[in-house]
């Protein structure tokens, strides 16, 4: 018989084991249910982390929710991927272009907005962040690393995707600079 104690922690593994297989079959299936697979999903994954956040505090739930899954979700995807046909062999005798000085600033230019910049932008706004949640320091410490890539990869994504790297760079630098005021005012 299993320990009262153990059953809240179980339920709780399950539902994100039931939540992961019925992602997955929203995801292989072609039928009319796909929406209410996924839906139900997503329900069971944030009972889960809700469960687990209730019985171990909030940081145990969101750790859970932001490493087990996504890990789960990737050996399902690595385990079900279809061989393909081997790739098509390169052709003999091409020569290859020197790329053009413009195009290879630009992507230093971006590299090191996304990956130096943003990094050291993030910092900022997960401290800030931490310091206006009403916990003890440990906590607030221990969201900021929680935070810091989440927001370091909002930012690496928006620099990325957009057409002018500058816009989401300066809206990170302001962040930066807004998220210094509940730094100093501690």
């Known amino acids: 018989m299993i320990d009262s104690y153990y059953f809240p922690y179980i339920t709780s593994l399950a539902c994100t084991g039931a939540g992961m297989a019925f992602l997955f079959v929203a995801w292989k299936s072609r039928i009319h249910l796909k929406d209410a697979y996924s839906l ?3 329900v069971l994954l944030l009972y889960s982390a809700f469960a687990l956040s209730a019985l171990n505090g909030w ?7 932001i490493t087990a899954v996504p890990l789960a979700a990737f050996f399902i995807v690595v385990l079900n991927a279809e061989s393909r046909s081997p790739a098509a062999a390169w052709p003999a005798n091409v020569p290859l272009a020197r790329p053009r000085l413009r195009s290879a600033l630009g992507h230093v230019g971006r590299f090191s907005l ?4 943003a990094l050291f932008t993030s910092i900022l706004p997960s401290v800030g962040l931490g310091f206006l949640l009403p916990m003890s320091e440990l906590n607030q410490m221990v969201f900021a690393v929680c935070a ?10 928006a620099i990325a995707a957009s057409e002018r790297p500058l816009a989401p760079a300066t809206i990170m630098l302001l962040l930066s600079a807004v998220s ?3 730094i100093y005012f501690r």
């Open 148 to 157: 810091m890539p989440l927001i370091w990869g909002v930012a690496a994504s």
């Open 180 to 182: 210094l005021i509940p």
């Open 40 to 42: 139900t999903g997503w």
């Open 114 to 117: 996304i990956v130096p910049f």
């Open 59 to 65: 940081v145990f739930g969101l750790v859970h929710l």
